[in-house]
């Protein structure tokens, strides 16, 4: 199957403060998503992103498939940014999800 | 549009014993793919399903099966449960013909002792 690396492992962050989390993957894909799974164990969906660059709010992400990775921002990060995000990536019809970001943001 | 559901929400079972976990998908979704995710190994696809066939499987033994229903709808199934088959099951829907974009239940937390 393929590998999906995500980094940093771990993050905390300080209310307010900007930061970029990075999900390399070891061969083509089909599609990539980002997740953001919240302390209840929920999936939430913030991207499906193959290629270029979205953004939705103070989220953006950017995928580079010629490269193999994908850049998830959080601009202005509020307490609320807090949990795992996840990215996922499709290859012959398998999703394969990365170990995750764990992030933490302090009032 | 009503989201992906799956019940029961939260489940205790005693070593040995067999479970069945249910999916609503989002309406219209025809695809429908289960995941076990624990503190150790993280995500892990189990298998998908569309139009009634499964499509896919992961690295799964055999006591874990699945099957999906006419109108979308899935369940799972594991036999002769483990300690290490305690796990939160989540369950994902997609239109899976253009659009392969994946939208998760709230997961099924299995605790097994």
């Known amino acids: 199957g393929i590998q999906v690396e995500q980094s940093p492992p771990d993050l905390i962050l300080q209310e307010g403060a900007n930061s970029t989390l990075r999900c390399n993957f070891s061969d083509s894909v089909n599609n990539l998503q980002w997740f953001h799974q919240n302390p209840w164990g929920q999936l939430i969906n913030l991207f499906y992103?193959?290629?270029g660059t979205k953004q939705n709010g103070r989220l953006s992400a950017t995928t580079v498939a010629t490269e193999r990775y994908s850049l998830l921002y959080i601009s202005s990060s509020q307490t609320t940014d807090s949990g795992v995000y996840f990215c996922?990536?499709?290859?012959?019809?398998?999703?394969?999800f990365g170990s995750g970001t764990k992030l933490n943001v302090k009032p | 549009k009503a989201g992906v559901t799956q019940t029961p929400r939260y489940l205790i079972k005693t070593r040995g014993q067999q479970v069945t976990l249910s999916c609503s998908p989002i309406s219209g979704h025809r695809s429908v793919s289960w995941y076990q995710q624990t503190p150790g190994q993280g995500l892990q696809f189990l298998f998908e399903?569309?139009?009634?066939?499964?499509?896919n499987k992961g690295n799964f033994p055999g006591r874990f099966s699945g099957r999906q229903f006419s109108n979308s709808r899935s369940e799972m199934n594991v036999s002769t449960l483990e300690l290490g088959d305690s796990a939160l099951y989540l369950c994902a829907s997609s239109l899976a013909r253009t659009n392969y974009e994946q939208y998760f239940g709230p997961g099924t937390r299995l605790t097994v002792t």
């Open positions: 996922a990536v499709l290859r012959l019809n398998k999703f394969y």
């Open positions: 399903y569309f139009s009634e066939t499964q499509r």
């Open positions: 992103i193959p290629s």
